[in-house]
Structures are given as structure tokens and as C-alpha cells.
């Protein structure tokens, strides 16, 4: 087996990872790092990104206004000094990323502009037209290029980690173009995976979204954390999932009903206005809105499409010319997926599963439970994020946290060396004849996308906008079935080259072990709080109970086990999550209570 | 998914280095709906007819440049092509021309990124700044100047287009001279003389006979036959004037 | 990397296909087309005391040598490429002879128009 | 060890596989008849030289059938080759801003275009003015 001895092993070559390997080339350039990566880095789903990216910027913003959305978004499960750190840290990386050469879009007086964003009090998303991870993606990759000290794995797939001496100590990848093994020998691992959308069945994510970190770090006894908490966006493609930025409603677009109403005002985000005010109506935050379309759907005002239920977003009234200078991709996809003119006739929209907001547990400083294990990005749970994440705090998640992962695994990577490299080879031995055994002992007749499809879909029953025991146990069930067929997969690729099909079945392992961890966090959690929403006699937030992080422990063949851990509250105690008209009262009387306080 | 079912022949070139010796053709019938992209028959044809059969694809709306094939000869997305367009007639999906082919639909990219290594693809300031001093000015008629050539999602089509390419592999191609053209005409950049050693060679400007095609193919717009014919008279004045004027002048 | 020295051919070539694309469509009718069948122009446009006139004239000698001699470089040019097209690879020996008689062309035109 | 062995296609008779080719080579052919007409202009001027017979001759030559059938065909590839060369004519070109507006491609090849109409007509009356 061919070995590769590094400093700084870093697992994905997204917008986190690649911030990562730039992070540790400039805080030592003697640092060896190998950046590995499934597909070529800017083939990574950063890629896909379109709104922007939230950085305090206009005088009259402030970094309390950034933590407060930010926390109150997250039903106060965030943790908070992670948040402060992250607030204060947001619009220096922003302009990190502009001297690099991120092409945002200006103002014309030459200064970045900054777009509106739901559930954000004041405008502070940078941009690059609808195009901003593509943007933030293509320069990081592009800039990464300039340190000779980052070697890239384009294309090797992760398969397993490497735990010695109770910490990690390196990876295993498959060189895709020729299936065979690769150890890299590390003193620090960084997992940016992403995140793991693809255990839904309609969803914005790509192909690659498989929750492959998540899936390794937590084989090793780390514990997944808040992964009950997954995000849908509220305005999606029927059919394929496909994505129309947040930033379609930031610019005015309105969201309507069968009959032509402004719906979200039924839901307490109103009152309705002609324009796009922060924080209420086509502006609120994405649970709500998600939730707001389930009930729609309830009271039978949706419209009827041949992927089911739609509501229509409506951007007519915006005009071609703008639609063209600040929308161009949305245009783009709606003219050529669904043959609608978005400058003449609404586009048909759903709520889809867009992003997992739990992750690999992380501290403030991106270090995970195992020694030399770091994450970032979507894969990583550092904390920012809570119940519910913001639109637009995790394309800037990527570079802070990117900037402090490759800054404290270098740090980590100077103070050790490898222990015992025979016992790692030994480890990867082993760990290789594991991969090769879901091809070679594959002599069952299970087809693998017809499990990848029943676990989509039991994952959509049972862990939707909207959720009961009974549907969440079923699902429970169904994983454990699906695991055990598992074992029985028929492969039909039995090559070396390329050969997708046997990446596709490791994935899918990963996609189960995830799944199993999503769905029981969910039906632990006695409680709705942001995106996890319950029917069934726990409608209503438990401070009391549940103020708390659940953590996801593998167990092996077994269903996880859930844990508690406690929620860092540094200086906002949880309130009422109030948006539009009664926000803006609630804020009052906040202020005025804070006033009182204070003298 | 309440239309009746139709159905469309896919033809697939076929190539197992550790069975074939060179590719053959195999054709898959695929049911299919109007929405239905080419890439979701391939997917099709992978999930339930045969597993073995390879190809690149992620995100599904044409932003990761993963997916780029030959469809009836065109180099094109298979994600942004839809099967209904070729439909009662059937089609014919090849790995993209002009790359040594690894397995079936998926082509040796090697090239094009050490190409796209090699012309610095980064930002060289005309005058640094710290992060304290905030952003460069750049007004949004200097963005418009670069915008475009910056929209490339690196999806090779425009490789698979260019003759030029085909015929000589040490022309640099289309895609990574747009690529080059964005940074030097990035306001912020002060690279360019650097970046222009390339530029003036052979393996440069000068490998493109302006076929165009490039430009017709490129799915983002980013017209790469612009970027570099643009530069040939540039390219040209230099030479003749480089004694004369002596350092730089490449802008 | 070796700098090209196409920009001389180059320009040679852009300079012949402006000068084609502009007022070539025209040359071609006056001397080849009108002129020979005898209509449009008068029957002595191109006749020896007129051309021998112009041709003497330094006007004359400019416009006739810029016409031939650009016309050769730019058909030199592309049909250097056309060649390397088909699949010659003798990319050398294609550039000396077709620069060769573009260059051996302009040669014999300037010969003669100073000689007149 | 690898088992990888990439294949690498032919190019032989890459102009024939799509339209679009055939339409490029159809522009670089034009070369020959370019070449072609400056050929005919060398020999008269070589043969006004040579004196008036001489000369006559080679007027007369221009009159044959096969002379003016020669020459319709140059003038179609002329035609071409005013057409082609300013439809790629943007792609030589910077980006432009005229009044804040970029200039879109149609108008730089509509501009050319209409460039050579005038500069041949203006050949026309001039050498009809001088000649008359
Ligand atoms: C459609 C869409 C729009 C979005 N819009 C916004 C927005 O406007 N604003 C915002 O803030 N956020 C947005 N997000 C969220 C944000 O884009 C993502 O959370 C973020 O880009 C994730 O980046 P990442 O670096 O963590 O992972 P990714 O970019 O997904 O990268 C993962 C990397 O890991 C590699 N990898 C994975 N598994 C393996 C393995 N087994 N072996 C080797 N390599 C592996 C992959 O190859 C890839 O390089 C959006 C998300 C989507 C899907
Ligand atoms: S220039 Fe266009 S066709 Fe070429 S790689 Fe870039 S996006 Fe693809
Ligand atoms: S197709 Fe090739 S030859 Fe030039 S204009 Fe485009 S690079
Ligand atoms: S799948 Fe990403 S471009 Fe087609």
C-alpha cells in the first residue's frame, strides 16, 4: 500500500477545507498538508451555494444584531460564545476573501454591496450576483494553488480514519481512477465532508452530499451532535429539489397561495407590505415558512403540480432587467428546468431538505472529543447554528471556522508525531480488506439504489417538517431493516478503474449509519424547537427538558445511543422567537427591559 | 410523473480498460418524463438496468461542471439537457472528445488542471493592503471587465470543442486562458506581465486559430474565444514594441 | 516559456484580411468581372496607358504592392493553419514554404513596380 | 499495478464531425482564392512590365469563359470571406462600454459589415470617376 506522510491531513475540499489547507499553509509553510477530496475541490457543493454570505458591514448593523438573529434563529441552542466569536470574526474573513479576488458585487461607489437575508434585522449578506458559493468556492481553489506546501488528492475517497494511541493519527483513501489504497500518515485530521442532505429524498443538495465525515468520525466514538435539527428550505424546485436562493425573496419576490394571497401573514409574520421588510413575511425564517407551506398544504390553498403540492414565487413585479443583474442563475434554472420566464410568470416552489444543521461535535476551536480530530463546515456541529440555521451564516462558517481548524490542527501537528506507523499500517490493512469486502462479498440480490430509495423515503415520512412518534418509530424500524439488508448487496461492478458503483455502496453505508443517527435524535427530543417539530402532544418549546444538545453515539450494529450536553448561554436567555409586527414589539419591550436594568 | 410513459433509446460508448480495447457502443431503453435531463437517464440506466456504467455528476444544476459529455456529438451538460429533445429519434452519449478516455463517460482531466495551475490563477496585488484597510475599491463597470471570465465553472466543454486542442495538446485551450485574460483584468491584479510569458508563447494565444467554437459550447457564457483573441493584438503590439518600451506595457 | 513569433505573421495576416474583407468583394468584380465583360466601367479603364500610368504613379506603386503582397501573407497564413488542420505535421517545413512564397510574391511585386 | 489505460481517440477527420467545423474550414479555404487572386494581379503587373503586348495578352486572358466562371467563384469566396471575417471580428475585440452600456457582439459585426459595403462602393465610383 502506498503511504504519504503528512502534518495535516485534511478530509473534503470544499469552501471549509480548502480555508483549512490555506489556514495551515500560512500559519507554518513546513507543515506538509494533504487535502483529499472526492471529486475535484471545485467540483465541491460549496459550489452550489447561491444567496451569499453574512458579515457585519453598514454602520447602522452591529455584531449584537448579527449574535441576536443569529441565536434567536437558532431557538437559543446555539452555543453563544462560539456565536460571539463568529459574529466578530465574519466580516474580516469577508474581506480576506475579496483580496483574494472573490468578485462580489459592488456598489457604485466601488465598496461591496450587501443584500437583505431572512431572518436578519439589518442587511449584511455579501454577495456575487446568485452565484456566491460558486464565487467563494473557484477563488479559495484558485488562491489554495499559490502554496506549494498543500498537496491535493483529487479524487480519493475516504474510506476509513486512523485511531492510534487514542487519537487520529491519518486516513485511508481509494485513488478512484485506479481503486487502490492510499494511507496518509497524519498528526492532525480535519473532517469538511459537508453536509448529509442526500438521506432525504428531495433535497438542494448534490450527488456527493453523502454525510461520509459525519458517518467516519462517529465510528470512532464521536459523537454526532443536534442531528435532528435539519433545515428545509421553504422555496425549491418540485421534482428535483433544486434550489431559488433565499436571496429571490430578499430582493421582493412574494410567496402566494392558490388564490393569489400573501399566506405567510396567517402565520404571525405579517402584516403584509408591498416591500421586503428584515425579519417579517417573504423575510422570515426558513422553519417558519417551511411549516407555514405544511399548513397551506393542510387547509387545501396549495396549488396542485405534477410533483404535488406548490406555492408560487412571485418575482414578476421586479422587473426582467433586475431579475437579469442580480438573479441571473434563478432565471437560468427556471427557464431551463421548468420553461418558466420568471420576469412573467411565478415560478411553482416547495419546501425541500436543504442542510444538516448537527454535525461532528466541535468545540469553539473546531477540536473534536478524539485527539487530532478537527471538523468544519457543514459536517462539523461547532455551534453556530442551534435548531435552525440563518441563511447565509454558513458560507461564512466555512472561512472563519475554516481559518481556525487549520490554524489549531497545525498547532496540534507541531506538538506531536506519528506513534507507532507499523500499528497504523497494520489499522489500514484491515480497514482496506473492509472496503473491498462490499464489493467482493457482495453475493446478496439487494440493489443498492432501491435501498438509497426506501431510506430517502422513509426519512421524508418520518422525519418531515412536521413529526409524530409513530411516524419517527416506523422509520426507526425501517433503518434497522434497511442496515441488515445492507449486508446483502448485489454489485454489479467488480473493476478497479473508476468503479462508481462500489463508492456508491461505502456511501450508502454512511448515509445509514447517519440516517439511524438523525431519526433518533428526533424521536428523543420531547419537544418542537426550531426545525424539529413535533404533533404529538410536544408542540411546544421544554427550556426545562431540552435546552440542551443532543449527542448521537454509535453502538455498532445497535441503534445509537443519545446523550445530553449543555447549552453555553453567555448573555441572551431564551425568549420568544417573534417575527414581523409582533418582533418588533417583542424587541421593544426587551430594550425597555434591558433599560430598566441598566440604571 | 402522470404522463404515459414513454420511452427513449440511450446509446452509451462503452470503455472498461480491464475488458474493452477500445470502446464500443451500448444502448439502454430508458423510460422518461418531459423533465427528465440526460443525466437523470444515465442515472436511470446506472441505478436499475447496470451498474457498471461510469460517469461524473454532482449537483444537478450545472454549476459543479462535473457533468460534461458528448450528446449526439455536441459537447454539452447532461444536467441542463433535457432527453425530451431528442426524443423519438434517441441519442448517443460519449466521453467528452479530445481527452484520453479513463472508463466509459469519464475523461483524464490531468491536463486541464495542471494547465490551470500553471498561470497563476490567483490574485498578485497591484498594491497590498492589510485586512484593516478593508476592501479594494473596484466600481461595477471595473467588475464587468473580468465578471464574465470568472463565470467559468471549469466543465471542460469548451476543450472538447477546440480542435485546436485536439490536434496539439500543449496548446493551453480555451477554458484556462479566459481564466488567465479574468486575472489580468482584475483591477486589483498586478500580474499580468508575469502571467503573460505564457501568454506570448506558442502553447498561448497563438495556438487558437479563432475557431469560435469554444464560445458557442460554453454553457456559462464566458466566451473564452473573446478572452483570447482580445489578447493576440495586445500580444502582438508587445512584440513589437518591448525594445522600446522597457518593462511591462502588457496592459 | 519561448516567446511565439507569430505576431509578424500574425499582423501580416490581420492586416491582408482587413484589406480582403474590405474592398476585395470590390477588386474582384472591377478587374475580373465588369471590366472584362465591359460593362459599368468605361471600355479603357484597365486598358495598358491607363495601368502603366497608374502603376508609375507612387500612389499607384503603394496601393499595388499593399493589395498583392498583404493578400499573399494573409493566404500564406491560413492556409499554413489549413494544412496543420488536415493533419500535416511537417509544421516547419508548411511555414518556409508557404511564408516562403508569400515573401518570394512580395519580392517579385516590389522588383517590378520599382523597375516601372 | 494500475489497471488504468486511458484511450485516446483519433482526430483524423475531425473537420467533417460537426457543421460547425466544416463552416470554419469553409472560412480558411477562402485563403486559397485570396492567394489565388493575388496571383492573377502579380502576373498582369509582371506582364504590364513586359510592355503592351505583353500586357494585352493578359487582358485578354481575363476575357475566356473560363476566366469570368473563375472569377464569379472568387467573388462568392471574397463575399465569404468579408462575411466570416467580421463575424468573429467581436471576439478580437476588448470589452466595450459606450455610455455605461457594453457593446453586444452583433452591433461590432454589423458595424464591419457595414464598413465594407461602403469602402466597396467607394472603390467602385472611384475607379469609375477616374477611369471616365
Ligand atoms: C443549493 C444550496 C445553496 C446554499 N446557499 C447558501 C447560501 O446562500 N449561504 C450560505 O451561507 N449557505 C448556503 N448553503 C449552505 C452551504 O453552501 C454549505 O453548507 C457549505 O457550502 C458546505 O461546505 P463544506 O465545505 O462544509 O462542504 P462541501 O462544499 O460540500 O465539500 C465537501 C467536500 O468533502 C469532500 N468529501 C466528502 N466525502 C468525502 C470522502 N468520503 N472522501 C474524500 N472527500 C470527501 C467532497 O469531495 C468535497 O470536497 C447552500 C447549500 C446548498 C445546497
Ligand atoms: S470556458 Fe465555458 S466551456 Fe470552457 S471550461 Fe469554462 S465554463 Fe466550461
Ligand atoms: S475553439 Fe479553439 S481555436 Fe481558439 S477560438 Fe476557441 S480556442
Ligand atoms: S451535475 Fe453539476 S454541472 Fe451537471
Known sequence: MEVYKADVAIVGAGGGGLRAAIAVAEADPTLKIALISKVYPMRSHTVAAEGGAAGVTRPDDSLEYHFNDTVHGGDWLCEQDVVEY?????????????????????????????????????????????KTGFHMLHTLFQTSIKYPSIKRFDEYFCSDLMVEDGRCQGVLAIQIATGEFTLIEAKAVIIATGGAGRVFRENTNGGIVTGDGMALAYRHGVPLRDMEFMQYHPTCMPGTGLLFTEACRGEGGFLLNKDGYRYLQDYGLGPAEPSPRNKAMELGPRDRLSQAFWHEKRKGRTVEGPHGAVVN????????????????????????????????????????????????????????????LYSVGECSSVGIHGANRLGSNSLTELIVFGKVAGVEAAKFARSVSISNPAAIE????????????????????????????????????????????SDMQATCDKLRELRERYRNLKIDDHSKVYNTEWLLSIELGYLLEVAEAIVHSALNRKESRGSHQRLDGFEERDDVNYLKHSLAYYTGDGPPRIEYGDVKITKSTPGTRAYGAAGEEAEAAEREREGAGND | MTDTEKVIEIQVLRYRPEQETEPVLQSFKVPFT?????????????????????????????????????????????????????????????????????????????DFITKLESIKPYIIPKEPRTLEQGEYLQTPQQRDMYEQFSSCINCMLCYAACPQYGLDKTFTGPGVLALMHRYNADSRDGASAERMDLGYAH????????????????????DPANAINQNKMNSAINYFTRFVTPKGGTK | MKRSNEPIFWSLFGAGGMLAALIGPALVL????????????????????????????????ILLLAVIALFMWHAAHRIAILLHDFGVHAVTVVKVVCYGLAFAGTVIAAWTLLGL | ????????????????????????????????????????????????????????????????????????????????????????????????????????????????????VVACLAVLLIVRGVAS
Request: with cysteine; glycine share 10%.
Open chain 1, 313 to 372: 414565487l412571485d418575482l414578476r413585479h421586479l422587473g426582467a432587467a433586475k431579475l437579469h443583474e442580480r438573479l441571473p442563475l434563478i432565471c437560468e434554472l427556471a427557464e431551463e428546468f421548468l420553461g418558466v420566464d420568471p420576469a412573467h410568470t411565478p415560478i411553482p416552489v416547495l419546501p425541500a431538505v436543504h442542510y444538516t444543521m448537527g454535525g461532528i461535535l466541535a468545540d469553539g476551536k473546531t477540536a473534536s472529543s478524539l485527539p487530532g
Open chain 4, 1 to 116: 499495478m494500475s489497471k488504468r489505460r486511458p484511450y485516446v481517440r483519433s482526430m483524423d477527420g475531425w473537420w467533417k464531425r460537426d457543421a460547425y467545423f466544416v463552416k470554419y474550414m469553409a472560412r480558411e479555404v477562402t485563403a486559397v482564392f485570396v492567394a489565388a487572386y493575388a496571383v492573377v494581379l502579380l502576373v498582369g503587373l509582371v506582364r504590364l512590365a513586359q510592355g503592351q503586348a505583353a500586357y494585352e495578352g493578359w487582358l485578354a486572358a481575363l476575357k475566356s469563359p473560363l476566366s469570368l466562371v473563375f472569377h464569379l467563384v472568387l467573388l462568392a469566396t471574397f463575399v465569404y470571406h468579408t462575411w466570416s471575417w467580421f463575424n468573429i471580428m467581436p471576439k478580437t475585440m476588448p470589452i466595450m462600454f459606450v455610455g455605461g452600456k457594453r457593446v453586444q457582439p452583433g452591433m461590432i459585426t454589423g458595424a464591419g459589415l457595414a464598413a465594407a
Open chain 2, 34 to 110: 418531459d423533465d427528465m435531463s440526460v443525466l437523470q437517464g444515465l442515472q436511470y440506466i446506472k441505478d436499475y438496468l447496470d451498474g457498471t456504467v461510469s460517469f461524473r455528476w454532482s449537483c444537478r444544476m450545472a454549476i459543479c461542471g462535473s457533468c460534461g459529455m458528448m450528446i449526439d456529438g455536441k459537447p454539452k451538460l447532461s444536467c441542463k439537457t433535457f432527453l425530451r429533445e431528442y426524443y423519438p429519434a434517441g441519442l448517443r452519449i460519449e466521453a467528452l472528445a479530445h481527452m484520453p478516455i479513463e472508463r466509459d463517460l469519464i475523461v483524464d482531466a490531468g
Open chain 3, 30 to 61: 472591377i478587374t475580373g468581372i465588369a471590366v472584362p465583360l465591359g460593362i459599368l466601367f468605361p471600355a479603357d479603364t484597365m486598358s495598358y496607358a491607363h495601368m502603366l500610368a497608374f502603376a508609375q504613379s507612387w500612389i499607384g506603386k
Open chain 1, 426 to 469: 497494520k489499522q489500514a490493512e484491515a480497514a482496506r480488506t473492509r472496503a473491498l469486502d462490499v464489493v467482493t462479498q457482495s453475493r446478496g440480490k439487494e440493489r443498492l439504489a432501491v435501498l438509497r430509495t426506501e431510506m430517502a423515503q422513509s426519512m421524508e415520512n418520518g422525519c418531515g417538517i412536521y413529526r409524530l412518534e
Open chain 2, 203 to 222: 502553447e498561448g494565444f497563438w495556438g487558437c486559430t479563432a475557431v469560435g467554437y469554444c464560445s458557442v459550447v460554453c454553457p456559462k457564457g464566458v
Open chain 1, 86 to 130: 463568529f459574529v466578530a470574526h465574519s466580516h474580516e474573513e469577508m474581506v480576506q476573501m475579496e483580496h483574494w479576488g472573490c468578485p462580489w458585487s459592488r456598489k457604485d461607489d466601488g465598496h461591496v454591496n450587501v443584500r437583505a437575508f431572512g431572518g436578519m434585522k439589518i442587511e449584511r449578506t455579501w454577495f456575487a450576483a446568485d
